[in-house]
């Protein structure tokens, strides 16, 4: 079994109501150490410096495979994301994210995912596994690839990655002390000469997107388009009801909106976000005791 050096973020006090992102410059206490074998060192922190990987989502740093060179054939390389039970007081309905970018030889190389619940003992593809099935949400391309694991894949600009437990469709983890989360970018034996994979802006969340928590009645608010650029339209979720509280939050958890809206037979309602900086966005929808929720990025 390979040895492994952690990638371990170590934060102190506590997230706001819908949590908040850890990129590679803030001052929350982010290190990170690559593995100690040699592939492991393909995983760099730094400055993108390719044609396609040209600059971090959060600038100037990201994680990614080579901040110069395209990736090698025969790749294996893994950096490991160590996730302490006081950041994730929620669990386990929580919600793990990033923000990623693909240059790879389409349903061949890419990216695998893995999860351990027992200390790194056991492992299980986060994209395959019929178990514990953290659902998996944002704009992605997955596929075999060609070692037959599923995993990410393809050529993509930055996009929105969330892993989130507690949901219905799969069996709660036990009450775990530690979550490990395994990133490994694998390719075969023919170099495509393409950039890889790249990473930013890890988040911890509670009361996630994607969760449904029996105590709060927690379920998803249908929106579209998201990505946004002016307008959004919500998909009403229920019509038998007077009146819905509505509140924009950004990815800081501070309420930047807010709407009370009297029920007037409309299926669906529309929300501006022209004057809205680009970013990530939180709407939540009240309805009685009832609580909806969605994650939103403004384009």
């Not at 019509?239 to 930047?256: D, K, M, R, V």
Request: charged share 20%; proline share 4%; hydrophobic share 40%.
């Amino acid at each position: 079994m390979k040895n492994f050096i952690f990638l371990i973020v170590f934060i102190s006090g506590q997230f706001w109501s819908f949590g908040q992102e850890y990129n590679f410059e803030n001052n929350y206490g982010m290190e990170v150490i690559i593995g100690s074998e040699p592939m492991d060192s393909l995983w760099q922190i730094g400055i993108p410096q390719k044609t396609i990987f040209s600059e971090a989502y959060s600038e100037p740093n990201a994680i990614m495979t080579g901040t110069t060179d395209n990736y090698p054939n025969d790749a294996n390389a893994s950096f490991i994301l160590e996730i302490n039970k006081e950041w994730f007081w929620s669990f386990p309905f929580m919600q793990i994210e990033w923000q990623q970018k693909f240059d790879v030889e389409v349903g061949v190389d890419g990216g695998i995912v893995e999860a351990s619940y027992d200390e790194g003992i056991t492992w299980q593809n986060v994209l395959s596994d019929t178990v514990y099935r953290p659902f998996v949400v944002g704009n992605y391309q997955i596929d075999s690839l060609f070692n037959g694991e599923i995993g990410f894949t393809g050529v993509s600009d930055w996009s929105f990655i969330g892993l989130c437990w507690g949901t219905p469709i799969g069996t709660h983890p036990p009450n775990v002390e530690t979550i490990f989360l395994r990133f490994t970018f694998i390719s075969d034996d023919n170099d495509t000469e393409q950039e890889g994979w790249m990473m930013d802006n890890f988040g911890f969340l509670g009361e996630i997107i994607g969760a449904a928590s029996n105590e709060n009645s927690f379920g998803e608010i249908d929106v579209y388009p998201n990505p946004t650029e002016k307008i959004l339209t919500l998909k009403l979720p229920e019509t038998n009801y007077e009146n819905f509280a509505l509140e924009i939050s950004n990815n800081t958890g501070q309420t930047i909106f807010k709407e009370n809206i009297r029920n007037i037979g409309l299926q669906n309602h529309q929300v501006s976000f022209e004057n809205f900086s680009k970013g990530v966005y939180f709407i939540r929808l009240r309805i009685g005791d009832r609580i909806y929720q969605q994650r939103i990025v403004k384009i």
